[in-house]
């Protein structure tokens, strides 16, 4: 009834009305058994009625592996009533729920769901076997979604590539790239632009601790600086 094909539901960008649509999405959800993948992304849902209701369609369906919730206004009250049929499924495998405003306490608390559940990977959507992922652009801008991205940048074993332009870059970006390459001695990380790398080592805000995790992770060589241009070299001529 909402477009599904036999294993996939794709209704990212449609600008869903939340009072008609969303309820039809949810009974879809409910009652569907062949439907794996549900994408929603970038259509603005919010409030913690339809939280509740989305939650209570995860927590009756016993097929669907993959959804996508990204880049809507998902708050902290909507993350909440969420975690509950987050919980209680037992088959997904792939959640994203990145670039919203569920804030921190929700993010953790989708962690440690995840970390008791052996069926959920990722919320951040990552693929179990992918090795590139690109999140350039995704406006990334809550310390939740750098929370949830060091989570699975530390669990992937596979993961070989990871794009973040354009998502600006503050001490939360550092720490969660920091972390992620402690603990995974074989991957580096390059880094482009020096003005940025300047503006965040002068940030007084900064700690001492996080400037010296820094020098050892490039004396490592796991950070590369590029060029040492202050700009990109393509941007340096305009």
């Known amino acids: 009834i909402c477009g599904a094909t036999d294993e996939e539901l794709d209704l990212s960008g449609q600008k869903l009305d939340l009072r008609n649509d969303i309820p039809v999405v949810c009974a879809e959800i409910s009652n569907n058994k062949t439907m794996e993948k549900l994408n929603m992304s970038s259509n603005q849902i919010q409030g913690e009625t339809y939280g509740k209701a989305l939650s209570d369609a995860l927590a009756a369906n016993v097929v669907l592996k993959e959804v996508d919730l990204s880049n809507n206004d998902i708050g902290p009250w909507f993350a909440k009533a969420l975690t509950d049929g987050i919980r209680a499924n037992t088959v997904i495998s792939t959640f994203n729920i990145l670039s919203n405003k569920i804030g921190t306490v929700q993010a953790m608390e989708l962690i440690n769901i995840m970390k008791r559940k052996d069926t959920l990977k990722t919320l951040c959507g990552f693929m179990l076997n992918q090795r590139k ?27 070989e590539c990871l794009e973040l332009r354009g998502n600006g870059l503050d001490d939360n970006v550092v720490k969660a790239l920091a972390d992620a390459l402690m603990v995974n001695t074989g991957r580096k990380f390059v880094w482009a632009e020096t003005i940025f790398l300047d503006m965040w080592f002068n940030d007084e805000q900064v700690s001492d601790e996080r400037k010296s995790n820094f020098r050892k992770l490039l004396k490592n060589g796991q950070i590369e600086i590029l060029t040492g241009g202050w700009v990109m070299t393509e941007e340096a001529p305009s």
């Open 133 to 159: 992922v690109s999140f350039s652009g995704s406006h990334l801008t809550g310390s939740w979604d750098w929370v949830l991205i060091s989570l699975d940048l530390r669990s992937s074993t596979v993961l």
